[in-house]
């Protein structure tokens, strides 16, 4: 399902919690408390190409996240269904970033990806953390690679990832220090 640039993810559904239709989320902001701060969440589904928007509240921590209840979600099965489905707010929603140089990890999706020597190689797909710390999923682009096509995950660190440039339009993956190519 694509889902515009307005639109950021801050959140997945990882299960049902209980019986009454509260569900299990894992929070992709800073303070997992704040997935509620932002007003009403949207979700995008096969029965809502479009999004359908839930009031949600917070209810207790749980391992792995937070348990949550959906505005129109009251029982378990419908919770349930929903198990992958990721949670959106409109960008517009969030602070506004008052750091120089910060940005948000949806931002970087569509960049473009170069090596250490500035040779694009690819584009920044995803942003994920599975709880190792972060990672940049790259869709290689075969002319630039010798026909290899498919997608690497790089460690998202100061080490393999040593230059963001939002205004230009890409980041720089050190591809040696990684060690996915001879020179």
């Not at 959140?11 to 929070?27: C, E, P």
């Amino acid at each position: 399902m694509a889902v515009g640039p307005e639109w950021v993810c801050v959140a997945a559904i990882t299960g049902a919690q209980g019986v009454r239709g509260n569900v299990r989320l894992k929070v992709f902001t800073e303070d997992i408390a704040s997935v509620a701060d932002y007003g009403p969440v949207t979700l995008f589904t096969e029965e809502h190409p479009r999004g359908k928007k839930h009031k949600i509240q917070l209810l207790h921590n749980i391992k792995g996240g937070i348990a949550a209840r959906l505005e129109g979600i009251s029982d378990r099965d419908r919770a349930l269904a929903l198990k992958g489905q990721k949670i959106y707010v409109q960008k517009s929603a969030l602070p506004d970033l008052e750091e120089e140089g910060s940005f948000y990890y949806e931002e970087l999706v569509g960049l473009s990806a170069r090596d250490e020597k500035g040779e694009p190689f690819g584009e920044v797909a995803a942003v994920f953390n599975f709880g190792a710390g972060d990672l940049l999923e790259v869709a290689l682009d075969p002319a630039l690679n010798d026909g290899k096509k498919g997608k690497t995950l790089y460690p998202f660190s100061g080490e393999f990832v040593p230059e963001v440039n939002m205004e230009e339009g890409y980041v720089v993956v050190d591809r040696e220090a990684f060690g996915d190519r001879e020179e």
